[in-house]
């Protein structure tokens, strides 16, 4: 696994004797941070953005001694007043030192081609680069928080990412009402697209037949009897997802069984219409019938074809 979308344990199962209860969100400047704390509010989360880091440990004291009257999501980044990354951290470590609650640090963060196009787009100044080009702003930042972003329980690169996105993989990570167990989430690709940075897991299957070149099937979808009858069909299908299930079988329970909250697997061929989206369909039948929660997403369905 890469380390665009790294996981932990998910934050509502908290350490034994510990309340669940903070969240710290930070990250690189426009990668996301407001939008993560926006969606975290809908979640359920107290959202709170560059509180003084003084003020945190009064802020997160549980008004009784069990627990907090519901999670807060703190915004904290090199504009919050008095921040610094090594007080940032000695911070965290008091806290969780002194506290009965569970604080992680969440880093939100972006690649630097999408960062500088969304500062042009936005026409924004980068907030370290006010009499300099943003690219310089951004690499000063890169530079300063890079520590922070080891010490991160989990980072979220939301580099290409579509409406929505953020807020899915913030549901996985840390839903305060769900299932406490692992979420799987499968979804079908192009290649053409490019690989979803979030994947955990990543299958090609342009090896299998493809529908594309059957004009009868290239209009539709891997969704599509017609074309799921087709991709079967294939020699090597069936000998090819028994192997698939096969493998995923015992490593399902063993990353439940390591704290895993939240597992990315995506299926890509050439267009992301065919054959990742009818494997990605049966995949997810499968999860659900070993009692997994799954969710299933197309995301280039309607880009393009086989």
Not at 56 to 75: E, M, N, T
Request: with cysteine; glycine share 8%; hydrophobic share 40%.
């Amino acid at each position: 696994m890469t380390d665009d979308a790294i996981s932990i344990p998910a934050f509502r199962e908290a350490a034994p004797g510990r309340v669940l209860g903070v969240l710290l969100v930070t990250g690189m400047s426009g990668a996301g941070k407001t939008s993560a704390l926006k969606a975290l509010e809908d979640m359920g989360y107290e959202a709170i953005d560059n509180v003084p880091l003084t003020l945190l440990g009064a802020l997160v004291k549980p008004p009784q001694k069990d627990s907090l009257q519901r999670p807060i999501a703190i915004g904290v980044d090199f504009r919050t007043r008095g921040f610094a990354i090594d007080t940032f951290i000695s911070e965290l470590d008091r806290m969780l030192k002194e506290s009965s609650l569970e604080a992680k640090v969440l880093f939100i963060d972006c690649d630097d081609d999408e960062l500088r196009r969304r500062y042009a787009e936005t026409r924004h100044r980068h907030p370290l680069a006010q009499d300099r080009p943003v690219s310089d702003g951004i690499a000063h930042e890169r530079a300063l928080v890079s520590p922070l972003r080891e010490r991160a329980d989990v980072v979220i690169d939301t580099t290409g990412f579509g409406p929505g996105e953020l807020k899915r993989i913030l549901n996985g990570h840390f839903d305060i009402a769900g299932d406490f167990g692992l979420n799987v989430f499968v979804t079908s690709f192009s290649y053409r697209q490019g690989l979803p940075r979030e994947a955990d897991l990543v299958f090609d299957v342009r090896f299998l037949a493809n529908p594309h070149y059957d004009p009868a099937l290239k209009d539709l979808s891997g969704k599509d009897d017609a074309v799921g009858a087709f991709i079967a069909g294939d020699a090597g299908f069936k000998n090819f997802f028994d192997n698939l299930t096969a493998f995923l079988s015992p490593l399902l329970p063993r990353y439940a069984a390591e704290g895993k909250s939240y597992l990315t697997i995506a299926l890509g061929c050439t267009g992301g219409r065919h054959r990742s989206v009818y494997v990605a369909e049966k995949l997810a039948r499968w999860i659900e019938q070993e009692e997994r929660q799954v969710h299933l997403l197309h995301r280039d369905l309607n880009k393009g074809t086989d």
